[in-house]
């Protein structure tokens, strides 16, 4: 036991016992707060699609700071989100065509910024509707043949939305769901009459619309009543010539509907690759698309999902002062050794406060036991039996208590203890 009391109140046993512990600590919260993964994997869509384009370009901002990407083809925003919900999926964000998705089915997605408008466009053959003057409103498609977009596509999803919102059911057209080539190709044979497709302007496959002989763009004359009707869409202008200037297309300036596309990661998304995709879109989006304002985008508006705290941080103000100055790797293991060493401190500092009480509660026990020990060879001072044991105690306390270790606040207590040995000594004498 008194072997035990000596290393409890070693001072070199108690440095190391907190060492011990601030290691302990430190190695559990390192565990809780992972480093961000080096290969990530995102949902796309078709590679003929601007959703694959911009994986691609993100793809190869990441390449610099050390973190592969691979961007997964898929049929698009329906299949991205349901890989993306799936927790067996590796897949750890997509890009998603805003008005899409039920909300209530992925309660665990968030989204990271809206990146850009992605317009519907609603191409025409000018001779199926030549005696109605062009296609104006989507009453005129009963019974046309209409492609409204391939399975698993945010196409499909926005068409029946607006077939539905204009009072048209699939039954009143001959409707087929076709891939964008798919329906370039019918188009061409005269095939088909119209074909809807939610691409943004720069998309490689506009291109094979517009070289479509007699094809139109449909102008939304009621795009405002549409905006107002679902929220996640926006009017967009279309200045006349820029899709193509050498095929004049648009032929006039036209108004169209747009939903934004987002990206959305899952919740527990490594806030430090919140930041860097971020800041690699930024890079991107500076001049990304022809329909969109310079630093519309990346954007808070217009978002399905709710947005990531950290991705908001960074919208409203920029990226982190680690982030802004120093390398992505180099920032995130600096951050997490502050996210670490703060809650050790918010633990250890408030402690430290009571170091003073906890020292001098024990050293007032040491000196309580040993005037407990007096007050025994006092009361037994008239014995002359127990004199020669008496000298003998009280010789092996003066010793323990000579030796002993106090700071010069304690000092007071120290030196009235070896005045009161000296008393009993005294009276020991006197007594014999």
Do not use: C
Not at 247 to 273: G, N, W, Y
Not at 336 to 354: C, D, G, S
């Amino acid at each position: 036991m008194k072997s035990l009391k000596k290393h409890l109140f070693n001072p070199v046993t108690v440095l190391a016992s907190f060492l011990v512990a601030m290691v302990a600590i430190f190695s559990v919260l390192w565990i809780l707060i992972p480093p961000p993964p080096k290969v990530i994997e995102m949902a796309a869509g078709l590679p003929t699609g601007l959703y694959y384009q911009f994986g691609e370009r993100l793809k190869a901002e990441l390449v610099e700071d050390r973190i592969k990407l691979d961007v997964i083809e898929t049929g698009g925003t329906v299949d991205n989100l349901k890989l993306l919900g799936d927790s067996k999926s590796e897949v750890d964000f997509a890009i998603v065509q805003g008005g899409v998705a039920e909300i209530s089915q992925y309660p665990k997605l968030v989204s990271i910024a809206g990146m850009f408008y992605e317009p519907i466009w609603v191409w025409y053959r000018e001779e199926a509707f030549k005696s109605e003057g062009g296609l104006r409103v989507l009453k005129q498609l009963k019974g046309k043949r209409v492609s409204l977009g391939n399975e698993g596509s945010g196409t499909l999803a926005l068409s029946n939305a607006l077939l539905k919102i204009s009072g048209i059911s699939e039954s009143e057209l001959r409707a087929e769901k076709l891939k964008p080539d798919q329906a370039v190709e019918k188009l061409n044979r005269g095939e088909l009459d119209v074909a809807f497709i939610v691409v943004a302007a720069e998309a490689p496959v506009i291109k094979k619309f517009y070289e479509v002989p007699g094809i139109r763009l449909m102008n939304f004359e009621q795009a405002d009543a549409y905006t107002r009707n679902l929220p996640y869409l926006s009017k967009v202008n279309v200045p006349r010539g820029l899709l193509s200037i050498e095929h004049d297309l648009p032929r006039q300036d036209i108004q169209v509907i747009a939903p934004t596309a987002t990206l959305v990661a899952r919740e527990d998304i490594s806030p430090a690759l919140v930041s860097l995709l971020l800041g690699a879109s930024y890079d991107i989006l500076k001049s990304y698309s022809r329909l969109q304002k310079v630093g519309e985008f990346p954007s808070s508006v217009g978002l399905d999902f709710p947005l990531h705290v950290d991705a908001e941080i960074y919208l409203k103000d920029g990226p982190s002062f680690l982030h802004r100055h120093l390398p992505f790797w180099t920032a995130v293991w600096i951050g997490r050794f502050v996210k670490i060493v703060i809650p050790l401190l918010v633990i250890f500092i408030p402690l430290f406060t009571y170091v003073p009480a906890v020292k001098n509660f024990f050293l007032k026990l040491k000196l309580a036991q040993v005037y407990e020990e007096l007050k025994v060879i006092e009361k037994n001072a008239l014995n002359p039996e127990l004199k020669e044991k008496n000298l003998r105690d009280l010789e092996s306390i003066e010793n323990r208590v000579g030796a002993m270790k106090v700071s010069m606040m304690d000092a007071k207590e120290w030196y009235d203890l070896k005045g009161h040995i000296g008393d009993v000594r005294t009276r020991l004498n006197l007594y014999s």
